[in-house]
């Protein structure tokens, strides 16, 4: 088994700021894709981490990534809405849902992200088709729904339980 942490900071206002879940090897905290930092005993951070042993990355609790304070993440067809950080659509996709984009966009799942083309936050679906749900919450997220563009299927075709 191998040691994690949920590297976890309070901020100012008291609430806590997630920098993600580390490997604790050696003295040294190892993240996903090769990055490493001395994990320093004194460090406040260990206050508020939690300490876990799993078998590998993918047996973790990704939960952390998911903050519906946001307003980009994943729409799934029954208008289910979990936001995320502006570049961790892909990591949501495979660690929190254990799936590819793809595979969710395949799925019927709408992506809310920011495209710095436009300077705004906008939506994709595959073939532009999406469910009278995930019409309303796009809506409730400030986007602009054209269903002149798009087709509108009922919320029970394709739905995903997740």
């Not at 580390?22 to 939690?50: F, Q």
């Not at 876990?52 to 067809?77: F, Q």
């Not at 966009?105 to 532009?128: D, P, T």
Request: contains cysteine; negative net charge.
């Amino acid at each position: 088994m191998k040691r994690f942490v949920l590297e976890t900071y309070k901020k100012d206002d008291g609430s806590f700021e997630y920098n993600g879940w580390w490997e604790y090897e050696d003295g040294y905290l190892y993240n996903r894709v090769g990055g490493r930092h001395k994990a320093d005993p004194d460090d406040e951070m260990w206050k508020y981490s939690k300490v876990v042993e799993a078998k590998d990355w993918l047996d973790l609790d990704w939960s952390c990534l998911i903050d519906n304070s946001l307003l980009l993440g994943w729409i799934s067809p029954d208008g289910r809405f979990y936001g995320c950080k502006y570049e961790d659509h892909a990591k949501v996709a495979e660690l929190y849902f254990k799936k590819s984009e793809k595979q969710l966009e395949k799925e019927g799942w709408v992506k809310v992200y920011y495209s710095s083309a436009s300077r705004s936050n906008i939506w994709y679906s595959e073939g532009l088709i999406i469910t009278e749900a995930q019409r309303i919450q796009l809506e409730k997220l400030g986007l602009e729904v054209d269903v002149d563009v798009c087709e509108l299927i009922p919320p029970t075709q394709g739905c995903v339980n997740v």
